[in-house]
C-alpha cells in the first residue's frame, strides 16, 4: 500500500512542499543571506560580512526596544496566566451562567489585534484625560500599562479555556481520594489539581511567552511605538527599520535584527519549553 | 462520622454563599469585559463634534445622537464594501486551500515511511515557532516577482505559511486512525485518491473544521501580511482599511471610525454566537496537538 500512495506524490505532497518553498523556506534562507549584506535593491547587494549584526548591537533604539519588550512579556505572561488559571477554577465549580461567563470572556480573542489596539486606544486616552493624566502617546508607562490591558483582554479568555479543558482532564476519583485523606481544597488545589494540568500550564505560557514577544498588531495601533519610539516593541522596531527609514544600510541592519529576533524567540521557546515540561506529571 | 457529617453540612453551607458571592463577581467582570464594545457602539451614534478623549464617557443626548449617519459616512469613504468582500475572498480561497493540500499532505507523510516525510514534518513544526518579521521582506519580494500580490492569489502564500499549524494538526490526527480500513479500501480495488476522499477525508472530519477555525481566525484578522504583499492603492482587507482610514487623514473624523469598528467586529460576534461549540473545540484542540 505504500508504495501505491508513493507514486501519487505529486498530487499529494507537491501542492503543499511548493507553496511552504515559496511562502517560507526560501524566504528564510535568503534571509538570512541578507542579513549578511548592505543593499538598497536586491538586485544589488554587497558582502558585508557581521558588519550588520554590530550595527544592530550598537542601535540604541533596539536595545531599548529589547528591554521593553522582555519587560512586556514577563509581566503579561504572569497575569494572563494567573487570571486565566483563577477563571478556569471558578467556571469549574459547576456554578450557574457558566457557559455565559465562558462566552464573554473568550470573546475579545476573536477580534482583530489593529481593532482591539484602536478600541483600546479610545477607551484609556478618554480615561486618562478626565482623570487629567497624558495620553498614552505621550507617556510610554502608560503606553505599557496599557498593552498589558490590552493583552489580558484578548488572552485570558483563550488561556482560561484550555485551563478549563485541562482541569475536566483531572480523574474524580483522586480528587476524592485527596478528600478522603483530609486534604483541605488548598492542598487539593496545589498537590493534586496544578501537576494533574501542568500540559495545559506547558501550552500556555508557551502561547503566551511567544504571543507577547512577538506582539505586533496591538502595539502599532495602540502607541504606534509613541512617544519617540519609547513604547516600541522588537516586532515594531524591525519593522520601521525596514520601510520607515532612509539610508542604504537599514534593510540589511533590518534583515540582521530579524534574525537576532528569531533566534530569541527560538531560545526562549525552547528555555520554557524544557522547565514546564520537566514538571509535568504521567497521567 | 457524626462529626464529619456536621462538618460537611457547614461547608456546603458556605459554599453556597461562596457560589453566590462568585456569580456576582463574574457577572461584574463579564459587563467590565464587553464595556469597551459597548463604548464603541454608543460613541458610534454620536455626533461627530460630540466625541472628544474627555467626552466619551458621556451618553449621546437628542441634539448629540446621529442615528446611523456615521455608519453611511464611514461605509462609503472606508470603500468598507470592497474591503470585506476582498478579506472574505482571501480567507475562503485560503482556508479552503489550506485544509485540501494539508491534509492531502499530512496523510502522505503518515503513510509513506520516507526520509523526505519526516523532513516535511519537522520543517512544518519549526516554521510555527518562526517569528513572520524574519521572513516579512524577502516574502514580500517573492510574491512581487511570481505576481502572487493580488486578493486571489495571495492564498498561495497563506497555504505556505500556515501548513506549519494545518500539517501539524492533521498529522496528529492521522496517526491514531487505523490502516485497516484503507487497505480494505484498496483491496476493493481503489486508488490512492479514491481511498484519501471516501474513506480518509470523512473521518478527517472534525479535526478539518478545527483547523479551519483556526486558520480563518488567523487569516481574518492578519495584518502585516496582506500589507506588505497586496498593492494598498487597489486592495484593502478589513484590517488594512481600519489602520489606512486612521493614518490617512490629518484628522481623524472619530465617528465614521468608530462605526467601522463596530460593522467589523458585528459579524464577527454572530458567527461566534452562532458556531461557539466548534470554535471553543478548535482551540482545545489546537492547544493539545500544539
Known amino acids: 500500500m505504500e508504495n501505491a500512495i508513493k507514486k501519487y506524490w505529486p498530487v ?58 522582555a519587560r512586556f512579556t514577563i509581566v503579561s505572561t504572569i497575569l494572563i496566566n494567573i487570571f486565566a488559571f483563577a477563571l478556569a477554577l471558578t467556571l469549574t465549580r459547576g456554578l450557574r451562567g457558566t457557559n455565559a461567563f465562558r462566552t464573554v470572556f473568550f470573546l475579545p480573542n476573536l477580534i482583530g489585534g489593529i481593532v482591539l489596539g484602536y478600541i483600546w486606544q479610545i477607551l484609556l486616552n478618554g480615561l486618562l484625560t478626565n482623570l487629567g493624566l497624558p495620553l498614552l502617546a505621550l507617556d510610554a508607562r502608560y503606553g505599557f500599562w496599557g498593552l498589558i490591558i490590552l493583552m489580558c ?9 484550555i485551563y478549563i479543558a485541562g482541569l475536566q482532564n483531572v480523574p474524580g476519583d483522586l ?82 535584527k530579524a534574525v537576532v529576533f528569531f533566534l530569541l524567540v527560538i531560545s526562549i521557546s525552547l528555555v520554557q519549553l524544557y522547565f514546564t515540561r520537566r514538571k509535568e506529571v504521567q497521567q | 462520622m457524626a462529626k464529619k457529617t456536621y462538618h460537611d453540612g457547614a461547608v456546603s453551607g458556605a459554599r453556597r454563599v461562596v457560589d453566590a458571592a462568585l456569580i456576582v ?62 478579506s472574505v475572498i482571501i480567507t475562503v480561497t485560503s482556508v479552503a486551500l489550506i485544509i485540501l493540500c494539508c491534509s492531502m499532505c499530512a496523510w502522505y507523510i503518515t503513510r509513506v515511511n520516507i526520509l523526505a516525510s519526516k523532513l516535511m514534518y519537522l520543517l512544518c513544526a519549526f516554521s510555527m515557532v518562526v517569528p513572520f518579521q524574519m521572513v516579512m521582506f ?111 487623514y490629518g484628522r481623524v473624523e472619530m465617528g465614521p471610525m468608530m462605526a467601522c469598528i463596530m460593522i467589523t467586529v458585528i459579524p464577527i460576534i454572530i458567527l461566534y454566537l452562532a458556531c461557539q461549540k466548534y470554535i471553543i473545540e478548535g482551540v482545545v484542540a489546537g492547544a493539545v496537538k500544539g
Open chain 1, 175 to 256: 480528587i476524592e481520594a485527596a478528600s478522603i485523606d483530609g486534604a483541605t481544597s488548598f492542598q487539593t488545589l496545589i498537590k493534586v489539581k496544578l501537576p494533574m494540568v501542568m500540559p495545559s500550564v506547558t501550552i500556555c505560557t508557551f502561547l503566551t511567552l511567544t504571543n507577547s514577544f512577538k506582539l505586533f498588531d496591538q502595539n502599532l495601533a495602540l502607541t504606534g511605538g509613541e512617544p519617540a519610539k519609547a513604547s516600541q516593541m522588537l516586532a515594531l522596531n524591525i519593522y520601521d527599520t525596514f520601510y520607515a527609514r532612509a539610508g542604504a544600510q537599514w534593510k540589511g541592519i533590518g534583515q540582521a
Open chain 1, 12 to 69: 499529494f505532497l507537491l501542492p503543499t512542499l511548493a507553496a511552504f518553498i515559496i511562502g517560507f523556506i526560501w524566504p528564510f534562507l535568503w534571509g538570512i543571506y541578507l542579513s549578511f549584506h548592505k543593499f538598497i535593491t536586491v538586485s544589488k547587494t554587497t558582502f558585508v560580512g557581521l558588519d550588520n549584526y554590530i550595527k544592530v548591537f550598537q542601535d540604541a533604539t533596539f536595545v531599548e526596544a529589547f528591554w521593553f519588550t
Open chain 1, 153 to 161: 483582554w484578548q488572552q485570558i479568555g483563550y488561556m482560561m479555556i
Open chain 2, 25 to 86: 463577581l463574574l457577572t461584574a467582570l463579564c459587563l467590565l469585559w464587553i464595556y469597551p464594545v459597548i463604548l464603541i457602539l454608543i460613541n458610534s451614534l454620536k455626533l461627530e463634534t460630540a466625541i472628544s478623549t474627555a467626552t466619551v464617557f458621556t451618553l449621546p443626548t437628542s441634539e448629540t445622537f446621529v442615528g446611523l449617519a456615521n455608519y453611511v459616512h464611514g461605509v462609503t469613504q472606508m470603500n468598507f464594501l470592497s474591503s470585506f468582500g476582498y
Open chain 2, 138 to 248: 524577502t516574502l514580500a519580494k517573492t510574491a512581487d516577482t511570481l505576481k502572487l500580490n493580488t486578493p486571489f492569489n495571495i492564498c498561495i502564500i497563506y497555504l505556505g505559511f500556515g501548513a506549519g499549524l494545518a500539517v501539524f494538526m492533521f498529522t496528529g490526527f492521522m496517526k491514531s486512525v487505523p490502516l485497516a480500513i484503507e487497505e480494505a479500501a484498496m483491496i476493493d480495488g481503489c486508488n490512492p485518491l479514491q481511498i484519501f476522499f471516501k474513506v480518509v477525508f470523512p473521518i478527517l472530519k472534525p479535526t478539518a473544521i478545527s483547523t479551519a477555525i483556526l486558520e480563518t481566525m488567523w487569516v481574518w484578522n492578519d495584518y502585516l501580511l496582506p500589507t506588505l504583499v497586496l498593492d494598498i492603492k487597489k486592495y484593502r482587507t478589513i484590517p488594512m482599511a481600519i489602520q489606512y482610514f486612521r493614518g490617512s
